[in-house]
């Protein structure tokens, strides 16, 4: 992404940095749900893409933060999310999961994808960012098989077949940007239990993503998800 594609003439993209945007009265922000913004955004509603914005900023920059390891990455992160959401390459569909589970999907690609790219170009090198790399490759891998492979709606099903404490982090962590050592303070867990969790979740998502890919919809799994 070039220069010239960080800015659209819209106030939450050109400004989203100073969060001016925070005084603008965005009626649509507190009435309408997820899906019907997108829906909105769609038909190039700008309204609905400063409420959607004021609402996932946050996360988005979380995760882009956590996976990038650099603020002024993670805020590029940010204008990116956004601008491909306004652009044609917004492709949500309602019928296949909620707003919510695929606009994080989305993050989190995209998140990869830069992550991969500034790798390649040695961003990292030299610097800590790359023993932590090391350390938490496993892990990253997890979380890029889980993302790549699942559907929105198979990812919603695929949480309903996890234990309580697995579930409960993984939320947490995937779709409320915390790091283990805030979902430990959230929960009143032990550090080394969510630490646990997360990776006994993670490592059976990566499973059932396995299984409801080989075996076409996973039909039987969005089933139990619904009761999840």
């Known amino acids: ?7 659209m003439p819209l106030p939450i993209l050109a400004d989203s940095r100073s969060h001016a945007s925070d005084a603008l009265d965005c009626p649509a922000d507190t009435v309408l749900k997820d899906e019907e913004l997108l829906e909105r955004i769609q038909q190039r509603d700008e309204e609905a893409l400063l409420a959607l914005f004021r609402r996932y900023r946050s996360l988005v920059f979380s995760i882009g ?25 917004n492709s949500f569909d309602a019928s296949k ?27 990292y090198h030299g610097t800590d960012e790359a ?15 889980v993302i790549e492979r699942l559907t929105a709606h198979q990812l919603r099903a695929a949480f309903g077949e996890l234990s309580e404490d697995q579930r409960q982090t993984l939320e947490l962590f995937f779709f409320e ?6 979902i430990a303070e ?10 646990h969790h997360y ?25 139990k998800g619904e009761k999840g």
Not at 70 to 89: A, I, M, N, W
Not at 100 to 106: A, C, D, G, N, S
Request: proline share 1%.
């Open 1 to 7: 992404m070039d220069a010239s594609e960080r800015v």
């Open 97 to 123: 999961g909620s707003a919510r589970t695929w606009l994080v999907q989305m993050v989190y690609r995209r998140a990869f994808d830069r992550r991969a790219y500034l790798h390649r170009r040695q961003f």
């Open 177 to 182: 940007g915390l790091k283990l050592a805030e």
């Open 186 to 195: 959230r929960t009143g867990e032990d550090i080394k239990n969510v630490r």
């Open 131 to 145: 023993a932590y790399a090391n350390a938490v490759s496993g892990a990253k891998n997890l979380e890029t098989d």
């Open 199 to 223: 990776y006994r979740g993670l490592e059976r998502l990566r499973q059932l993503a396995r299984e409801m890919t080989r075996n076409g919809s996973g039909h039987d799994a969005d089933r």
């Open 65 to 89: 933060c956590r996976i990038l390891r650099d603020p002024s990455e993670g805020e590029d992160l940010v204008q990116e999310v956004f601008l491909r959401l306004h652009s044609k390459e």
